[in-house]
Protein backbone atom coordinates (compact mmCIF):
# COMPACT_ATOMS: atom_id res chain seq x y z
CA UNK A 1 0.00 0.00 0.00
CA UNK A 2 2.66 2.27 0.86
CA UNK A 3 3.87 1.43 -2.90
CA UNK A 4 1.15 3.37 -4.47
CA UNK A 5 1.79 6.09 -2.57
CA UNK A 6 5.44 6.82 -3.00
CA UNK A 7 4.16 6.58 -6.72
CA UNK A 8 2.34 9.29 -6.57
CA UNK A 9 4.06 10.99 -4.47
CA UNK A 10 6.81 11.18 -6.99
CA UNK A 11 3.77 11.66 -9.59
CA UNK A 12 3.67 8.38 -11.21
CA UNK A 13 0.04 7.20 -12.34
CA UNK A 14 -0.21 3.61 -11.82
CA UNK A 15 -3.35 2.18 -13.70
CA UNK A 16 -4.72 -1.39 -12.66
CA UNK A 17 -7.04 -3.20 -14.68
CA UNK A 18 -9.84 -4.38 -12.56
CA UNK A 19 -10.16 -7.69 -11.13
CA UNK A 20 -13.33 -9.62 -12.05
CA UNK A 21 -15.28 -10.82 -8.84
CA UNK A 22 -16.04 -14.30 -9.42
CA UNK A 23 -19.40 -15.61 -7.62
CA UNK A 24 -18.90 -17.87 -5.59
CA UNK A 25 -21.41 -21.14 -6.82
CA UNK A 26 -24.37 -21.99 -4.87
CA UNK A 27 -24.41 -24.86 -2.35
CA UNK A 28 -26.40 -27.66 -2.56
CA UNK A 29 -27.26 -29.48 0.26
CA UNK A 30 -28.99 -32.87 -0.69
CA UNK A 31 -32.18 -34.60 1.20
CA UNK A 32 -31.88 -37.50 3.08
CA UNK A 33 -33.20 -39.77 0.02
CA UNK A 34 -30.67 -38.00 -2.17
CA UNK A 35 -27.74 -39.15 0.28
CA UNK A 36 -28.59 -42.41 0.37
CA UNK A 37 -29.16 -42.92 -3.46
CA UNK A 38 -25.52 -41.29 -3.85
CA UNK A 39 -24.69 -44.21 -1.02
CA UNK A 40 -25.79 -47.19 -2.87
CA UNK A 41 -23.97 -45.86 -6.06
CA UNK A 42 -20.93 -45.42 -4.61
CA UNK A 43 -19.23 -48.42 -5.70
CA UNK A 44 -17.20 -49.39 -2.60
CA UNK A 45 -17.61 -49.56 1.33
CA UNK A 46 -15.35 -47.17 1.52
CA UNK A 47 -16.92 -44.98 -0.49
CA UNK A 48 -19.74 -45.66 0.97
CA UNK A 49 -18.91 -44.98 4.53
CA UNK A 50 -17.01 -41.42 3.35
CA UNK A 51 -20.59 -40.41 1.65
CA UNK A 52 -22.77 -41.43 5.06
CA UNK A 53 -19.73 -40.30 7.36
CA UNK A 54 -20.58 -36.78 5.51
CA UNK A 55 -23.90 -36.57 5.65
CA UNK A 56 -24.13 -37.79 9.45
CA UNK A 57 -21.68 -35.39 11.08
CA UNK A 58 -22.05 -32.27 9.14
CA UNK A 59 -18.93 -32.42 8.16
CA UNK A 60 -17.06 -31.25 4.45
CA UNK A 61 -14.50 -33.75 2.71
CA UNK A 62 -11.55 -31.44 4.24
CA UNK A 63 -12.23 -31.97 7.80
CA UNK A 64 -13.27 -35.44 7.51
CA UNK A 65 -10.10 -36.25 5.34
CA UNK A 66 -7.95 -33.90 8.26
CA UNK A 67 -9.76 -35.65 11.05
CA UNK A 68 -7.52 -38.31 13.06
CA UNK A 69 -8.31 -40.69 15.74
CA UNK A 70 -7.19 -38.14 18.28
CA UNK A 71 -9.83 -35.93 17.29
CA UNK A 72 -12.83 -38.37 18.11
CA UNK A 73 -11.72 -40.78 20.76
CA UNK A 74 -13.04 -39.40 23.33
CA UNK A 75 -16.14 -39.83 22.17
CA UNK A 76 -15.83 -43.02 20.96
CA UNK A 77 -14.67 -44.04 24.70
CA UNK A 78 -17.98 -42.66 25.93
CA UNK A 79 -20.17 -44.48 23.95
CA UNK A 80 -18.59 -47.54 24.31
CA UNK A 81 -17.65 -48.49 20.87
CA UNK A 82 -14.14 -48.58 22.31
Same mark, same amino acid.
Given at each position: ?5 ? +?? /?? =? *?? $?? +???? %??? #?? &????? %?? &????? /????? /? !? ?5 ? *? *? $?????? !? +? =?? #? /? $??? +? ?7 ? $??? #? =???
Amino acid at each position: MSEIFF +LK /AN =G *IS $LE +LDSI %PRV #TK &KEEFI %PN &KEQVY /AMADY /A !GSPRNRA *I *I $LCMYQS !G +L =GI #T /A $LRN +LNYRHVKEQ $LEK #T =GFL
